[in-house]
């Protein structure tokens, strides 16, 4: 229950494992019929968060089927299946990290191999030297036969939906809670379900409401005379003002984007111009990592400059982009996600988060504020 509360997405699949006791085994693992061989002295011994994390470490074996992954790589001899082990313990704790979830016990990451975060289990298994297993985590994870097996349980046909099920249910949840979802989870169910949005169509959805919004807003102005005072020259009318949409768009230039994401980020740019039918004078960008280094209005996305490098605050880019004269009416704000947020909105713009998703970076993205519309920005054809 511990476990489904806090990872709500894996619900289906923790409900869906039988548990049997198996004592003296010295290990709580899975076999491939998603039946949970559990030693009652271990259990003992785990607290109910440790034991729900433990759970979730092993039904991931069984929904990323490591077990057929390992006959994949040649991993059927024991030296190997404990290097698989430690692989595939990698690669499921990279995303429990996140959330302060990995096991103790089954407690392996990225580092400890000396591999960058945000691989797959076969790339580690490449480069983990011959070790000793330090946790059983049975055949579900390296296909290997345990004396303990059960027969029967969950065949391929079961395994299979369950798997569509959970994905389909992270693809959901992320929907509805963007930015909840580790990226290898979301990476995995977009393997196993064609992804459900396009980023680019919500992305350009949320500008062209926020443009809409504030092309609506018309207003009364004395500025320049009526039409309709020649009907009425004793009395000064005022004539109709709609303002002009203006867009700002706050760009990360911190030390932790990348080439590749600032390519990515001056490409969201370039279509902001192109799709967007904005005019020379409604696009002002700001090149943002603690401060702002540069403000411009631009054309071409090979106007923007890219200064700054340092650390990163997006809140000192939000704030600035709403202090400028005349106000934008949409913010854009397009970051990696490492940055403190504001508590508080602006006033008056409607604020737009395109989120660039990456792998390989140490840490984990701040979740952006719930009043600002995220957009998760991925990179097209990224391997699950």
């Known amino acids: 229950m511990w476990a489904g509360s806090?990872?709500?997405?894996?619900?289906?699949a923790l409900f869906a494992a039988e548990v049997l006791g198996r004592p003296a085994i010295g290990t709580v693992a899975v076999d491939p019929g998603w039946h949970v061989h559990a030693d009652p002295a271990v259990i003992d011994g785990l607290s109910v968060p440790e034991l729900a994390n433990l759970l979730v470490h092993l039904t991931g074996h069984l929904l990323r089927d490591h077990a057929a992954r390992a006959a994949a790589v040649g991993a059927d001899e024991d030296g190997a299946r404990a290097r698989w082990n430690l692989a595939s313990d990698a690669e499921i704790n990279d995303d429990l990290s996140r959330d302060q979830?990995?096991?103790?016990?089954?407690?392996?990451?990225?580092?400890?191999?000396?591999?960058?975060e945000g691989r797959l289990a076969e790339e580690y298994f490449t480069r983990v030297r011959p070790a000793v297993r330090h946790w059983d985590c049975g055949s579900g994870c390296d296909g290997g036969p345990r004396p303990w097996d059960a027969t029967g349980g969950i065949g391929p046909e079961q395994a299979e939906l369950l798997a569509l099920g959970v994905a389909a249910e992270i693809q959901r949840h992320q929907g509805q809670l963007p930015g909840t979802v580790p990226g290898g989870w979301l990476r995995w169910a977009e393997s196993r379900l064609p992804s459900q949005v396009d980023w680019r169509r919500v992305l350009a959805a949320e500008i062209?409401?926020?443009?809409?919004?504030?092309?609506?807003?018309?207003?009364?102005?004395?500025?320049?005379?009526?039409?309709?005072?020649?009907?009425t020259p004793?009395?000064?009318?005022?004539?109709?003002?709609?303002?002009?949409?203006?867009v700002a768009v706050v760009c990360d230039t911190s030390a932790s984007m990348h080439g590749d994401l600032l390519a990515r980020?001056?490409?969201?740019?370039?279509?902001?111009?192109?799709?967007?039918?904005?005019?020379h004078a409604q696009l002002r960008v700001l090149a943002v990592d603690t401060n702002v280094h540069s403000v411009r209005r631009v054309s071409r996305a090979s106007q923007v400059q890219l200064t700054g490098g340092g650390g990163t605050d997006m809140g000192s880019g939000i704030l600035s982009a709403a202090a400028m004269?005349?106000?934008?009416?949409?913010?854009?704000?397009?970051?990696?996600?490492f940055t403190p947020w504001p508590e508080a909105p602006p006033k008056g713009p409607r604020v737009i988060v395109g989120l660039l998703e990456q792998d390989g970076i140490p840490g984990s993205p701040?979740?952006?504020?719930?009043?600002?519309?995220?957009?998760?920005?991925?990179?097209p054809g990224r391997l699950a």
């Open 6 to 12: 806090r990872f709500p997405y894996l619900a289906s």
């Open 101 to 116: 979830a990995v096991p103790e016990v089954a407690g392996g990451l990225p580092g400890d191999l000396g591999c960058e």
């Open 208 to 231: 062209r409401r926020g443009v809409a919004m504030a092309a609506g807003k018309v207003d009364y102005t004395y500025r320049r005379p009526s039409r309709r005072n020649a009907l």
């Open 234 to 246: 004793d009395v000064v009318l005022p004539s109709l003002f709609g303002p002009l949409p203006d």
């Open 265 to 279: 980020a001056l490409a969201e740019v370039e279509g902001l111009l192109t799709k967007g039918g904005l005019r």
């Open 325 to 337: 004269k005349p106000p934008p009416s949409v913010i854009v704000v397009l970051t990696d996600g």
């Open 366 to 379: 701040v979740r952006p504020p719930t009043w600002a519309h995220t957009v998760h920005i991925v990179e």
